[in-house]
């Protein structure tokens, strides 16, 4: 089994930044994509940002300029580094993963349960 773990949301100002960390642990061979997504109230969930294993990294719209998404593969954490924030970027942010368990093995999907990040004055 996989689990992923969230931390570093709050509530900030707007032009405020966070860092949310995300990391994976349990039965891991390899971890290929990584990703942030967020769902807003009376949304549905969209891509913030991916960063695969190797190769370049990809932004939504919105987010691109404001936020930085990195990985340590020695840690097997992913990262968001958000600045500039808006009021608009207030959600439930979920870390994902691409994860086979064992070498040679189908990789799946998994999710961390989500940390809130509220932009507020």
């Known amino acids: 089994q996989v689990r992923l773990v969230e931390s570093g949301g709050g509530l900030v100002q707007p032009g405020g930044s966070l860092r949310l960390s995300c990391a994976a642990s349990g039965s891991i061979f390899a971890i290929y994509d990584m990703g942030w997504y967020r769902q807003a109230p009376g949304k549905q969930r969209e891509l913030v940002a991916v960063?695969?294993?190797?190769?370049?990294?990809n932004y939504a719209d919105s987010v691109k300029g404001r936020f930085t998404i990195s990985r340590d593969n020695t840690k097997n954490t992913v990262y968001l580094q958000m600045n500039s924030l808006k009021p608009e970027d207030t959600a439930v942010y979920y870390c994902?993963?691409?994860?086979?368990?064992?070498?040679?093995?189908?990789?799946?999907?998994?999710w961390g349960q989500g940390t809130q990040v509220t932009v507020s004055s």
């Open positions: 994902s993963a691409e994860v086979a368990p064992v070498r040679g093995g189908t990789p799946y999907d998994y």
């Open positions: 960063i695969p294993s190797g190769g370049t990294t």
